[in-house]
């Protein structure tokens, strides 16, 4: 079965400081990843999408940048965190071709002081 | 440019009672509607969809209707349940190779279901 994990859960960082979230995905091959935020309020906003290794989309100009480095790993990075990237981040996966589901993991909690 | 809304915040709910949840679009070219339920902390969880080709689609005490016409569609959750308290989303998809899978979101509705 697929399976999907980021982390970490819960990060707290300051201003200015650099970041990195890790998402895997089992039990499928080349899938489409997705970034997802979730800021406080408001939706879900799609900041990247990759569809294999090294192809990169960015959807929204910001802060932060992604890589896909492995076929079922996507990472969310920053040199320098801004207040406003506090949110709840989100990675997913395309398990439907045809309905577009996508499957998410578990989120990370983005608090920047 | 929010082509996927979510016009009620929130919903307050009776249990054994109909939940209604409302979604409307501007963009004609979406092929499938999704709607997605979401707990505090956690991913959100895919519940049903329906295609555009389609005006209804039901899933054990989850209907959705789509009404193509006023570009709006809607979710029934019947009988609620308490344990149906979460945040609610509607999402949009766009057919074809370039739009890559992608999916736009509404902004959410918190359903709070009292026992």
């Known amino acids: 079965s697929q399976t999907i994990h980021q982390w970490p859960a819960t990060l707290v960082q300051p201003v200015g400081s650099p970041l990195s979230l890790e998402c895997t995905v089992e039990?499928?091959?080349?899938?489409?990843l997705y970034w997802y935020r979730q800021a406080a309020g408001r939706g879900l906003q799609l900041l990247f999408y990759?569809?294999?290794?090294?192809?990169i989309s960015s959807e929204v100009p910001q802060n932060l940048s992604a890589s896909r480095p492995q076929d079922r790993q996507f990472i969310l990075s920053s040199k320098k965190l801004l207040l406003s990237d506090s949110g709840f981040y989100l990675c997913?996966?395309?398990?439907?071709?045809?309905?577009?589901?996508?499957?998410f993991g578990e989120g990370s909690r983005l608090t920047v002081l | 440019d929010q082509q996927v809304k979510q016009n009620s915040p929130s919903l307050s709910v009776q249990e054994g009672r109909i939940s209604i949840l409302s979604c409307d679009y501007t963009?004609?070219?979406?092929?499938?509607f999704l709607w997605y339920k979401k707990y505090p902390a956690e991913g959100p969880t895919f519940l049903i969809s329906?295609?555009?080709?389609?005006d209804k689609n039901e899933d054990g005490r989850f209907t959705v209707f789509l009404n193509k016409s006023a570009k709006h569609l809607s979710l029934h959750i019947v009988p609620s349940q308490p344990g149906d308290s979460a945040v609610y989303f509607c999402?949009?998809?766009?057919?074809?190779?370039?739009?890559?899978?992608?999916?736009?979101f509404g902004q959410g509705t918190i359903l709070t279901v009292h026992p």
């Open positions: 999402a949009a998809k766009r057919p074809g190779g370039t739009s890559y899978g992608k999916l736009t």
């Open positions: 039990g499928t091959s080349n899938p489409n």
């Open positions: 997913a996966w395309r398990r439907g071709v045809s309905t577009g589901e996508l499957f």
């Open positions: 990759s569809v294999g290794i090294g192809q």
């Open positions: 329906i295609s555009s080709i389609k």
């Open positions: 963009n004609s070219m979406f092929d499938y």
